[in-house]
């Protein structure tokens, strides 16, 4: 189950809305989860400091080509971000989480992963994207679906957008230009009016309606806005990347 749900207050971290990310490099639902969080940070700031990941190559969908937010670097005049990386690909201890985030993790996230906190706005554990549909495949070919109307391009650029809308909400609808996109008001007027929200079930057909209800619209990255990072600079191999981590949480 993915779930979003509303927190409690307001959560900042210097003076702006925080965004919080709780994973781990070797956990395939966050290396599908990944690709849809990073295209909705970079609409409202700058990336950098991201290396290529591959999920465990031992646990369920092996290999899940992805990204390590462990050197994470984020400029943004309207949010911050904070991200942890608690373990690496080998499950061996990476970043220490604070304490203040740890327990917010195991308050709201009951410790599962991959956990997204939006300003202590709304919250959500697990990923809407199927890791299957990239398990054992490269950055290369991630990156040319992105580019085209496929499933995967569908999945990361929905996602995207959810994050986006939740982003928005809790940074006065910052910047206008991404605010303002059907797709991202779509979402806004969902989430003002849903919650708990739940999806269930969303790698299955009869369901997907339920999270992408225009599906060519929202299959797409926003127009209005060019991208700091170029997907289609970005090196298919390991190691240092351009400025760029389950269907379940993990438990």
Known sequence: ???????????????????????????????????????????FGNVSGLKYMESSSTDVYPDVPTFTLENLSYT???????????????????????????QLWQQLGNGSIPFIDVAGLYYEVGTTNN?????????????????????????????????????????????????QEP??????????????V???????SQTAHILYPERQELSRSLSSHEHEIEFSGVRAGKGSALTLTRYNPVT
């Open 198 to 204: 739940y999806y269930e079930n969303v790698y299955e």
């Open 131 to 179: 890791p299957g549909l990239i398990q054992m495949k490269n950055w290369t070919y991630v990156l040319n679906q992105l580019h085209g109307e496929n499933l995967i391009s569908y999945q990361i650029f929905s996602t995207a957008n959810l994050l986006t809308a939740e982003i928005c909400l809790a940074d006065g609808n910052q910047p206008s230009h991404v605010c």
């Open 1 to 43: 189950m993915y779930s979003v749900k509303q927190g409690s207050g307001e959560l900042t971290y210097q003076g702006k809305p925080v965004v919080i990310f709780v994973g781990a490099e070797w956990c395939p639902y966050c290396g599908a989860e990944m690709w849809s969080l990073i295209i909705a940070l970079d609409r």
């Open 183 to 196: 797709a991202i008001v779509h979402y806004e007027n969902e989430l003002k009016s849903n919650f708990p």
């Open 76 to 102: 943004s005049q309207y949010i911050s971000v904070l991200a942890y990386e608690f373990q690496d690909r080998n499950h061996q201890p990476l970043q220490a989480v604070p304490s203040n985030i740890y």
